[in-house]
């Protein structure tokens, strides 16, 4: 048995379990349950199939409320402190899961050549706080709960969550590309889609130097609560690859510069 066969054995199993419990009262996990899920069929190239997983996990997302602030739990008035810096981790967990609900939904109708679940005009995502990971000499992160939320400054070490929002930041531009193809292979003018192409090669430029490929800063690397962004630096650039071959792959044939 292979790695391959024993992933998709858990997965499969993962979905008997979420189908034996049905969705009557669904809570966050049964949410991750599904990105896990749609995670694993994108991974092994079943994309169409990630689709629609994902579809259902933002659906089951919604019943729970993640895509309105006004849907997070609150509090009671008489509840302690303890209680109110534990409600707002819950907030912060739940908008995370959201946001990466929302970036794997453009990037995969993107790819596929599909319309997105989420309408991010009308509704767009409350990003999550970036708060540093506390110190500590293991690679598994100690509990934040119930400390405060304070936002992570430029000189502290990146957390997974950075990356998470950069991946957003960069996939979001899909949405744009994807507005430009409404206008067929040859517009009255190609200046929107230069316009956009630069604004692509400013945001490749502004991305950390931590995330860099070539030539990346790594001076946080060695630090135990950072071991897997040696392993992230070589997403975005993948993101950002994605970007420009969805703006231009339109116009191959029909304009020199979108073949350079």
Known sequence: MTFEDL???????????????????MTLTTVLAGFVRASFLKFVGMVPEAWHAIGTAIRDAQELGLHRSSLDPRPPPSASAEAILQNQWEIQGRRKVWLNLVTWDIHCGATLGRPSTIDLTTNPPILPIDVALPT???????????????????????????????????????????ALEKEGPCPASFSKVDSLHHH??????????????H???????????????????????????????????????TRPESRR
Not at 7 to 25: C, D, F, M, P, W
Not at 142 to 150: A, E, Q, V
Not at 200 to 213: K, N, Q
Request: hydrophobic share 40%; glycine share 2%; with cysteine.
């Open 7 to 25: 992933a998709t054995e858990y997965s499969e199993s993962g979905v008997a379990i979420v189908s034996l419990l049905g969705k009557r009262q």
């Open 136 to 178: 500590t000499t293991t690679t598994i992160p100690t509990s934040r709960s119930p400390t405060p939320i304070i936002p992570r400054s430029e000189d502290d070490p990146p957390t997974p969550l950075t990356r998470i929002l950069w991946a957003y930041k960069i996939t979001l531009q899909l949405v744009s590309i994807l």
């Open 200 to 213: 692509l090669l400013d945001l490749e430029d502004s991305i950390p130097s931590y995330f860099r490929l």
């Open 215 to 253: 030539n990346p800063d790594t001076r946080f690397d060695s630090l135990p609560e950072c071991y897997w962004i040696p392993w992230a630096r070589a997403l975005l650039p993948q993101l950002t690859a994605f970007n420009f071959m969805a703006l231009h792959r339109p116009y191959i044939f």
